[in-house]
Structures are given as C-alpha cells and as structure tokens.
C-alpha cells in the first residue's frame, strides 16, 4: 500500500469529468487500498480518484460507519434538505456552509466487483454527494 499525493485546488484534474470504470482490474484493487489508506492518514471522511490525479469514477468513504469502496456510483435517489459545514481535503484550511439532501440512495460497484445499494442520512449522505460531485468536477465551494 501507498499514501497518495492529494491534489490541490487549482490541479486541472478536479475539474474534468471522470470516466466510468469500465472493467475492475488489479490496479483498480491496488488503487482502492491505496486511497483507502490515504484517506484515513489525511483523517478524511472521503475521497474521490481524481483528487490523486486519477480521472475515474472511483470514491472511498467512511463516515464513521465503516469503510464504503464505490466504483461508479449513481445517486438514484434523494430527499429532504440539511445545511451543515464541509470541507475537503483538496482545499485545506476552508470551509463552508452547503446545503444538500439529507437522504439519498446510490447505487454502485463494490471494490470486489458486486452491485450495491447504499441509503445514506446525515453525514452520509453528504460525503456521497460531495465524493459524487468530485467525479464530474464539482467542489464543494462551488
Ligand atoms: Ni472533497
């Protein structure tokens, strides 16, 4: 395993839409340990391929509720409305208020390859949104 280097605002790669994984190889699996791992050393709550200068459809998440490794994920879903504050880890030192549904479901590929459904509330919710938002070059201070 291997701690990345994160990009920060400013890289072009945040702002490019990424592109759908098409078939999981072992260098996704290598690459999905090796956000993971940086993920939790930057004490982050999620993090999106392109954020290591990786333009694919490809997010890491743990919002205290276990560990999600998602592989094109789709919101299919989503309700309510919750305004709280969020950072990034691609532009330390700010934060912001954001508004964004407070529920929604994602459907996506789990690192071993199987369809999955997740129902997120709260600050689950928001990271997948905010990670989701990643893959097509949205910041959350936008
Ligand atoms: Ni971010």
Redesign the pocket.
């Known amino acids: 395993m291997a701690i990345l280097e994160i990009c920060r605002l400013g890289a072009p790669v945040l702002r490019e839409k990424a592109k759908p994984v098409r078939r999981l190889t072992k260098r996704h699996q290598k690459l999905l340990k090796d956000m993971t791992e940086t993920l939790y050393e930057a004490d ?1 709550v ?3 391929a392109p ?1 290591i200068g990786i333009s694919e459809r490809i997010v890491v998440i743990d919002a205290g509720k276990g560990l999600l490794q998602l592989v094109n994920p789709v919101i299919v879903d989503s309700e309510g409305t919750q305004t709280d504050v969020e ?5 330390p030192g700010v934060t912001g208020y954001v508004t964004r549904a407070e529920n929604v479901v994602v459907e996506a590929v789990s690192g071993e390859g199987r369809p999955i459904r997740i129902e997120g509330h709260g600050l689950l919710a928001r990271a997948l949104q ?2 989701i ?2 893959l097509d070059g949205i ?2 201070i936008d």
């Open positions: 982050g999620g993090l999106a954020q950072g990034c880890l691609s532009i905010h990670e938002d990643h910041l959350f």
